[in-house]
C-alpha cells in the first residue's frame, strides 16, 4: 500500500470537473492512496496507524511534533493506482503491480471507514472516477509512504505495548511477520503478560531489560518459569540485577526482586531474532548500563527518554552529565 500525504490548508476533489464531492478547509491531510495486488489487512492496519499519527504539524514552537487528532484536523483521501506505475523497462509506466479494482475498492473502503473509527472527519473522492484534485500544499510538506518497506524484505515489524505492574512499566513485545505466508514465530523482549503470550502463540527468545530498576525488572522471574528464555542486561548494571538494594526493589510495593543474567551486553551489539535484528545503543544517565534499542526506524529508550522529559538521574549511580550526553549521541 502507498500513498502520497500531503499537509494543506485546503483540498478538494471533482469528478469529470463538475460539482465538489469531497472538502477539507480547515487544515489537515490529503492522501492520494493506491493499493497493490499482494496488500493485505496489514498492510492496511500499518497505513492507518502511520497517517493519523503523522507528526507533521508545528507546535507552539513551529516544531513538526502534532499529528492530525492532536489539531484535530481533517482529511480527504482520493484513490490513486497509478502510484504503483513502473517505469523501469520503459517511457509508459506499468500498472501490473497495483491491486484489481474489486481489492483496490474493498481496501479503500477500510481505510476511509477506520480514519471514521477513529473520530477524523473523512472526506472522498469517487473511487474510480477521472477526478481533479485541487490543492493548498501547506509548507509545502509531502511525505511518501509504502507499507512495504516499513521494514526492508516484506517483513512487517509488529509492537504490543503492556503497562506491567503497579508502577505500570511500559513492556513490549516484539516481532515480525512476513507479508506472505505464515506468521513468523520469533519474538523478542517482554514481561509479565503471558495472557498476551498465549493467545498470539508466541515463541519468546529473549528478555532483554533496559536497565536494572525494580519496577522493570519485577515480573522477570514470573516470566521466566512460563518460558525459559535467556534475560539480557547491559554489564554495567549486572550488579543491581541480583541485588535488591541496588535495584530498589527492596523498597518497592511488590517486595524484593534479585536474579542472574543469562547475556551481558555492550554497545554495538546486536540480536538477531527471526527476520529482524536489534542493535544495543549504551545510553548511561538513568543507571550506569541503561541502554536503548534500535530496531531499523524504531527505537525503544527505557527510562531513558519519555514523552516530553527525561529519566530521573537522583538514583544512585544516576547522573545527569551523561544522560544528556547519551541523547545527544
Known sequence: MR????RVDYSSVKVDGGEIVGEINRGGLLVLLGI?????PDDLEYMVDKILG??????????MNLSLKDIDGEILVVSQFTLYGDVRRGKRPSFTNSAKPELGEKYY?????KCRE???KTETGVFGAHMNVEIANNGPVTILIDSKKNILGG??????????GIYAANCYIVYSETLKGNCNRSR???RRYNEEIEELDLDIEYIVLTHGHGDHIGGVLELKSFIDVPVAIHKEDEYMLNNGDSNLSSLMAMGTTELNA???LEEGDEISFGDLNAKVIHTPGHTPGGISIKIEDNIFTGDTLFAGSIGRTDFPGGSYEEIISSIKK
Open 188 to 190: 523478542w523482549r517482554c
Open 3 to 6: 500513498a502520497v500525504v500531503q
Open 155 to 164: 517483513i512487517l515489524l509488529k509492537i504490543i505495548t503492556v503497562p506491567a
Open 54 to 63: 503523522l507528526r507533521i504539524f508545528e507546535d507552539d514552537l513551529g516544531k
Open 109 to 113: 473502503e477500510e481505510f476511509i471507514a
Open 118 to 120: 477513529e473520530g477524523i
Open 36 to 40: 497493490g495486488e499482494e496488500d493485505s
Open 262 to 264: 543469562d547475556i551481558l
